[in-house]
């Protein structure tokens, strides 16, 4: 619940409307965080491969040409931001864009904004 908030200056330009739907400050500093974990091109590129396909580390090197430390990096990340998750088959991790929604609309809003769209042929989306 906002406090009401006596504005300086009263310009009538819709301030007071805008003021009560303000966003909590901590639901801004949660989409703060998880943007701030895609600001990385690495891991955003990691997080829109694994919207599409569940992967292992050593696959999504290949896929980023990059070294396995370095994806697990950017994997241990995601997945503390909540964004991605994993599952173990054997010795192999694999890892996957998590189930939620809002890692659905962050790969929705990151498809729009670079203007491509899902691959459709021999993959399944996972979110």
């Given at each position: 619940?906002n406090?009401?908030?006596?504005?300086?200056?009263?310009?009538?330009?819709?301030?007071h409307?805008?003021?009560?739907?303000l966003p909590?400050?901590?639901?801004?500093e949660?989409?703060?965080?998880?943007?701030?974990?895609?600001?990385?091109?690495?891991?955003?590129?990691?997080?829109w491969?694994?919207?599409?396909?569940?992967?292992?580390?050593?696959?999504?090197?290949a896929?980023?040409?990059?070294t396995?430390?370095?994806?697990?990096?950017?994997?241990?990340?995601?997945?503390?931001?909540?964004?991605?998750?994993?599952?173990?088959?054997?010795?192999?991790?694999?890892?996957?864009?998590?189930?939620?929604?809002?890692?659905q609309k962050?790969h929705?809003?990151?498809e729009?904004?670079?203007?491509?769209?899902?691959?459709?042929?021999?993959?399944?989306?996972?979110?």
């Amino acid at each position: 619940m906002n406090k009401k908030i006596t504005l300086p200056h009263n310009h009538d330009h819709g301030s007071h409307a805008v003021m009560d739907r303000l966003p909590a400050q901590e639901d801004v500093e949660t989409v703060a965080d998880l943007l701030k974990q895609l600001g990385d091109p690495s891991r955003l590129r990691i997080f829109w491969i694994l919207c599409h396909v569940e992967e292992c580390v050593i696959d999504i090197a290949a896929m980023m040409e990059m070294t396995n430390p370095a994806v697990s990096h950017h994997l241990r990340i995601l997945k503390t931001s909540g964004l991605i998750v994993s599952r173990r088959e054997g010795k192999e991790m694999y890892y996957r864009a998590a189930d939620t929604d809002i890692a659905q609309k962050l790969h929705h809003a990151m498809e729009e904004i670079m203007e491509i769209s899902c691959p459709k042929e021999n993959t399944s989306s996972h979110i």
